[in-house]
């Protein structure tokens, strides 16, 4: 059994989505156009080069797991106005901590055919994940500048399991998906209106960023 045909069924036991790309640097453009979140390194090199993170990078493997729902706010409909709306990352279980555990599962699990050193990232200041999601074929870029996937649609965290080992099979994308020319789901559903067609996230807009960057 090959290293694909292990992460394939580790996947499908899980429940999980997944790609396997090459460590090469990303293109840089994207990056340099966009604001840059509050939390995520500002040094292009550590956003695009795997390298920089495992040294010897040479191949990666990107896990989606699914989002829960979270809990339904118990919002009194006579008082609806004055109850705050949560984010469902804020209702659920902390996701960094389940993705990072199935990563290990995973890389445990491929040690026991293969040695090799890794490094696992998950909604790191250092690599740009959603870029290597991209490549691995997991989905492609919405307007929300969110990956969305034909499984999950939008509601999926990404992890990374970089490798110093090469692999032969890969998944990058070769879909031409993308938005609906019309679709304005995520533009009408964003509530300060950060998401507007054919401009950049409008980062004093957004509250996920406003709660977010330092002072």
Avoid: W
């Amino acid at each position: 059994m090959d290293i694909f045909e292990i992460v394939q069924a580790f996947a499908a036991t899980h429940g999980c989505i997944f790609g396997i790309c090459d460590a090469s640097p990303l293109d840089t453009a994207r990056l340099e156009q966009s604001a840059f979140v509050p939390f995520v390194s500002r040094d292009i090199k550590k956003r695009t080069c795997p390298s920089v993170v495992l040294p010897g990078a040479l191949s990666v493997i990107v896990l989606g797991v699914g989002a829960s729902q979270g809990i339904p706010a118990q919002n009194n409909a006579d008082n609806a106005d004055n109850m705050a709306q949560l984010s469902s990352l804020g209702t659920n279980d902390d996701y960094h901590i389940k993705v990072k555990h199935l990563l290990r599962e995973l890389a445990d699990e491929l040690l026991q055919h293969i040695s090799f050193e890794y490094k696992i990232l998950v909604d790191s200041p250092t690599l740009d994940e959603r870029a290597f999601a991209l490549r691995a074929g997991l989905g492609f870029y919405g307007r929300n500048k969110l990956i969305i996937s034909s499984e999950f649609g939008t509601r999926f965290n990404i992890g990374l399991l970089l490798m110093d080992i090469p692999q032969d099979t890969t998944t990058h994308s070769t879909s031409q998906a993308k938005c609906p020319p019309n679709c304005r789901l995520c533009i009408n559903a964003c509530p300060n209106g950060a998401l507007q067609p054919g401009y950049p996230l409008d980062t004093a807009k957004c509250i996920s960023y406003l709660t977010q960057k330092r002072n």
